[in-house]
Each structure stands twice: as C-alpha cells, then as structure tokens.
C-alpha cells in the first residue's frame, strides 16, 4: 500500500489479492504523481506541475483501512483543513480495478459522482499505466487527480495551507526541526513504514529473515529514543509521530499476525506501547482509527497470504484507552496550540474507532 489495487508495489502482477514474489524480496512501487500543491504555484522541482492553493477546490480521498491516507486524514484534522478540503472516503475492500466509494449513499461519491478511484486517475490520463492509490488529491473541476505522492501531501497541508490552518494549529513540521526530522522520518519509513510490508509479502526465507531483522532493529532504535522524550522530536506532536503511529496501530491488529512481525507484540514492548496509547488518547489519533476498516483491508484483501478472506475476531481493543504514564515526560501534544474539536467527517454506523 499506498495503497496499490493492484500489485502493491509489483506492477508486473495482475492476479488480483497477490501481494509477492516467489524468490525475491518485496520493493515497492514509488512512481507516483509527483505534482504539489503550493501557496503561489511556484516551482518546486524539474519537472514537478503545481498547482494552487485554493479552499473547496480539491477532495482528498483516503480509506481509513490504509497507513498512507491515514497520515493525510489526522494532518487534516490536527491543521483543521476540513473546509479547505473536502474529504471522500472509500470503503476498506478494492479488487484489482480500484478503491470503491461504498461507503457513500448508493456507491458514489456524491461530489465526484464516481464509483470507483480508478475513474479520477483516469479522469486525468486514460491510460493511467500504475496502481490505483490512497490517498489521492483530486480536482473537483476537471475531477482527475492532482497528486498520490503521499509524503508530500500532509508535508504541504502544513507549509503550503497555512493559511486555512484552524487557530491553535500546531506546528508539525517545525523549520528549526526539519534537518532532523526527515533523516528521522526517512529511517521510519524505510525500516518501519515499509518494513512491516517487507516482511508480509517476503517471497523466500531468506528475504523475510532480513525484513524481520531490520524491523524490529529498526523499532528498538525508535523504542530507545522515546525512553526519555514524550515524542520523536521532543515536547510537542510532530508529523514524525503522525507516521509512526499509523504503522504502530496496526501492529497488533494485523502485522503481528498476517505479517508474520511476531518477535513481540506492540503490547508487549513497554515503551512503544505507552507511546501509541498517548497519541492513541490524543484527539485526532484515536478518533481517526478504525480498526474494523483495518481488519477487513488486509484480512479480506491480500489473498495469497489469506486465501479464504477469514478476518480474525481479535485483538481486543480496550487496553487502547488504559492509563499510559507519557504525561510524565512533560511536554504537550500540540506544543503552543490547541487541540481539534470534535470529529466533523460523518462516520458510518458500527465504525470500528474506540475512544
């Protein structure tokens, strides 16, 4: 994922629900639309189209099963973007073809007045050659997809949006920060982003071994760094967190299992453990997460590991809203700011959230 409808990184497949390789270890497919979203539409890069900041122009479309869109849903909301950009949620199953938008009245998006994701990419280029991805920013003039270069898209929505940021924002993308912060975010996408992916969809022995070693190195170096501060980069939430968390929710849920990352449980490393649950207790967190959406993308969707789609009853999810004892490190979540109000995007009845 980001999530690919397709092939998840291996755009040679076309078997729909096979996710690996036989033999060789898991790359994913990067070649995404790279075209941002500026404050002026200044260039940005050789080769790079930008395009405008301008409130209620764009939808973004996110599933709430996915890590990537997952990020773009709680920047959103921590900036307080909701009447900036209008949001579209597709339902948790794809088949080859696409993302669906099950989830609104009658299976169509009622703003694009599409059934399925694919229809935006190819509202932009009809022989769109690579993987239906989420999150997608889409034009609701001309209704084809503007950008799914992911990172860029919340790393924009907090330099670029600044303008149509709620009072009390915070600042998650701090400038004194950012050296730091991508080198930090770099490794965390690389070994714990993408390294729960590496182990899951492992084509032999040997490339699961070294995807597993990375991992947990990867989340014992991050365990270590969080022993003594409240947050990746100090007092205050950042987007390094926002990144972090969505790989870190999901872990016992699914990658424990489904993804064979079985040297411990998140419940079972301390200090990781009580760091998820703060941000899990942190409005904007919490209330983004659905752990049913979550269950059913992967249980239902990645055929070649789960070949009868059975979604498993548990983990159970109350100890999600068990004291945590971060509080006591200092700092605060959103630094000089304040936190969002409610949840303004309607959630459909028997939602998966907790808290």
Partial sequence: ??????????????????????????????????????????????????????????????????????????????????????????????????????????????????????????????????????????????KGVVTNDFPFITLDFSTEWTAHHRDGAPDLYPEALRDEMDAVMRRIYTEINNGVYRCGFAGSQEAYDAAYERLFTALDEVSARLETR???????????????????????????????????????MPVLWAYARDLFQTPGFGDTTDFVDIKRHYYEVHRDLNPLGIVPKGPSLANWLSPHGREELGGAPFGDGTAPGEVRDPLEPGHGIIG
Wanted: net charge negative.
């Fill in 1 to 142: 994922m980001s999530d690919d409808t397709r092939t998840d990184g291996h755009p040679e497949h076309s078997t729909p629900g096979t996710y690996s390789s036989e033999g060789k270890e898991f790359s994913r497919d990067t070649r995404y639309i790279t075209d941002r979203i500026t404050r002026d539409a200044r260039p940005v890069g050789e080769g790079i189209r930008t395009w405008p900041v301008e409130a209620g122009r764009y939808r973004l479309v996110v599933a709430r099963a996915c890590p990537w869109a997952h990020r773009a849903i709680i920047v959103r909301r921590l900036l307080g973007l909701e009447d900036a950009i209008s949001m579209a949620i597709c339902g948790p199953v794809h088949d080859e073809r696409s993302w669906t938008f099950d989830k609104s009245p009658g299976g169509v998006d009622p703003v694009l007045g599409f059934e399925r994701l694919q229809q935006a990419y190819f509202a932009r280029d009809p022989e769109y050659p690579r993987g239906i991805t989420v999150p997608a920013i889409v034009d609701e003039g001309s």
């Fill in 230 to 268: 409240r947050y990746l980069m100090g007092d205050a939430i950042t987007e390094a967190d926002v990144r972090l968390f969505t790989t870190l929710v999901r872990f016992d849920a699914v990658y424990h299992g489904h993804f064979k990352c079985n040297r411990s449980k998140l419940s079972e």
